[in-house]
T-cell receptor, first 115, second 114 residues
Framework: AQTVTQSQPEMSVQEAETVTLSCTYDTSESDYYLFWYKQPPSRQMILVIR??????QNATENRFSVNFQKAAKSFSLKISDSQLGDAAMYFCAYRATGTASKLTFGTGTRLQVTL | SAVISQKPSRDICQRGTSLTIQCQVDSQVTMMFWYRQQPGQSLTLIAT?????????ESGFVIDKFPISRPNLTFSTLTVSNMSPEDSSIYLCSAGDTENEKLFFGSGTQLSVL
């Protein structure tokens, strides 16, 4: 069974600084997708970034980028130039390819952004 | 991206009653899922809502407790039956398309059972 582990329950970063959130996963599949979702107090799950396992290049979306290490089964999220609006719960998620595949989530990291 | 409307956004219910949560997507999607997020916890998949057939439930979830309908490619409902305080959670609908493999979420239903 696939598992996703986020070892940092809480993180804090100062505004305009950079922070990295860690995620590791376990799978026997060779092809899959990895995601980072953001959940602010509004409860809305917002897709931040997605990485296809077959791509070696790390995904980037504006201030958000990932460090994908397939051999190590590691998928960290880097947030640059942190903003107050980045404060939220961040969930790492895994999904195998295929129409019936589901998302498996990690336990989440609560990110605080301070002035 | 798909826009997902979920209602009600929150409700307070009495023990033993049932609540039906609706999920409407603004475009046809291949996949729809229902998740539960217990207080302070991560998301757990309840079931996959299959269009035109019975839902596929995950271990620990049964149809009698969480009946699901999906009459078409844009709409699904989840019913939480015979509720108890342990059912107090956020319930989230998600939907996506196999073409881009992205899944999007509704804003959730905050359920409190007294």
């Amino acid at each position: 069974a696939q598992t996703v582990t986020q070892s940092q329950p809480e993180m804090s970063v100062q505004e305009a600084e950079t922070v990295t959130l860690s995620c590791t996963y376990d799978t026997s599949e060779s092809d899959y997708y990895l995601f980072w979702y953001k959940q602010p107090p509004s409860r809305q799950m917002i897709l931040v970034i997605r990485q296809e396992a077959y791509k070696q290049q790390n995904a980037t979306e504006n201030r958000f980028s990932v460090n994908f290490q397939k051999a190590a089964k590691s998928f960290s999220l880097k947030i640059s130039d942190s903003q107050l609006g980045d404060a939220a719960m961040y969930f790492c998620a895994y999904r195998a390819t295929g129409t019936a595949s589901k998302l498996t989530f990690g336990t989440g990291t609560r990110l605080q952004v301070t002035l | 991206s798909a826009v997902i409307s979920q209602k009600p956004s929150r409700d307070i219910c009495q023990r033993g009653t049932s609540l039906t949560i609706q999920c409407q997507v603004d475009s046809q999607v291949t996949m729809m899922f229902w998740y539960r997020q217990q207080p302070g916890q991560s998301l757990t998949l309840i079931a996959t809502a299959n269009q035109g057939s019975e839902a596929t439930y995950e271990s620990g979830f049964v149809i009698d407790k969480f009946p699901i309908s999906r009459p078409n490619l844009t709409f699904s409902t989840l019913t939480v039956s015979n509720m108890s305080p342990e059912d107090s959670s956020i319930y989230l609908c998600s939907a996506g398309d196999t073409e881009n493999e992205k899944l999007f979420f509704g804003s959730g239903t905050q359920l409190s059972v007294l």
